[in-house]
């Protein structure tokens, strides 16, 4: 079936539907050659029409393993090339298959690496994608669907869980966190606790965690709970990765602003200003500290992003409260940044008296 992706700027591009379902989201783009199963699972793409700037999609199916949530939380998916026959010993199924049984909207066979320059240039903007005999009004009325901004709301877990372990006791707010981070955690021994993102802070406290972990999510830090990470700075050794970085600098008295196109991929070179060394991260997310908001805080920049200068990590100056903007267990490196969760782990380790 023919389709369109239609941007609010009246920008069209023609392709193919993978399936007959509407979309309408913002849209924007992920740079990675890689990894495109755990982007339709990253919650952090909650409401959001994600455009892939590799042009070759699919080649090695899908597998339970790399699902990162309990579903598939993003609004579309805008494909160059879709292949229908991946070859991978891994490969479960084919992501045409996979998008199907989901109901997942897709568009392929579009010139994406136009897209992508349409939105560098213009900013990221609502868009939808609508078969080719959509008509005018539903077009109109698909654009002007208002955004929805209870997303963390949407991909939080429901209801409390535990994953047991044998060592530090992590109190882990889902804003949308992905499954990686939680298994970097275990790997590391921890015994955890997963609360959802509305949790009161002394609810999070009555369980007597060593330590407090802010996880990712999506859409505009200030629509999430910043007064519960405020409440909980100075009780416990804090750790938060990006929604969770940014929660802990409003949290602190700073402020965010939106990115005009946002930084997802997994080729993000950052900076560790402590050492000099230069990590490739993988990355996702719209939002960003502004840097005068810090001038006055009791925090020092850790991490910066090689390419514009932003703030990729913080390091409160004597509490013991970190965060970076990027994702370590991502693993892009492949293993670079897990020292972050070392870190993590000394903070923990020395909150307990070991």
């Not at 992590?170 to 015994?191: P, T």
Request: proline share 6%; glycine share 10%.
């Amino acid at each position: 079936m023919i389709g369109k992706l239609i941007l609010e700027d009246g920008s069209v591009f023609q392709g193919m539907l993978a399936s007959g379902t509407k979309a309408v989201g913002e849209v924007v783009f992920n740079t990675g050659m890689t990894g495109y199963q755990e982007i339709l699972t990253d919650p952090s793409y909650c409401g959001q029409i994600v455009t892939l700037t590799y042009p070759l999609i699919g080649n090695y199916g899908v597998a339970e393993l790399f699902e990162q949530a309990r579903q598939s939380f993003v609004r579309g998916f805008v494909i160059s090339e879709l292949c229908g026959k991946p070859s991978n010993w891994q490969a479960e199924d084919s992501l045409v298959a996979y998008l199907q049984a989901r109901n997942i909207p897709c568009i392929y066979g579009v010139d994406t690496r136009a897209i992508t320059r349409r939105i560098r240039s213009h900013g990221t903007m609502k868009g939808i994608i609508v078969p080719a005999t959509a008509t005018e009004s539903e077009i109109t009325e698909l654009l002007a669907t208002p955004p929805f901004l209870e997303v963390v709301k949407e991909v939080t877990t429901p209801e409390v869980y535990r994953i047991p372990g044998e060592g530090a006791h992590v109190a882990v707010l889902d804003f949308g966190i992905k499954r990686n981070i939680l298994n970097s955690m275990a790997k590391a021994g921890c015994n955890i606790t997963v609360f959802p993102a509305d949790t009161p802070a002394e609810e999070v406290l009555a369980v007597n965690p060593d330590g407090i972990f802010l996880s990712n999510g999506p859409g505009d830090p200030k629509d999430a709970p910043v007064n519960t990470v405020r409440q909980l700075i100075g009780q416990r050794p804090i750790f938060g990765i990006c929604l969770g970085h940014q929660l802990l600098a409003l949290a602190l008295g700073g402020n965010t602003y939106k990115l005009k196109f946002g930084h997802r991929g997994s080729n993000h070179p950052v900076k560790d200003l402590a050492t000099g060394r230069v990590y490739i991260t993988s990355q996702n997310h719209g939002y960003a500290i502004e840097e005068q908001s810090l001038a006055k805080l009791d925090v020092t920049v850790t991490h910066r992003a090689v390419n514009d200068g932003t703030i990729e990590g913080l390091r409160h100056n004597h509490l013991p409260v970190f965060s970076v903007q990027y994702h370590p267990e991502a693993a892009p490196g492949p293993d670079d940044s897990t020292y972050m969760f070392e870190e993590f782990m000394k903070l923990l380790s020395k909150a307990r008296g070991n």
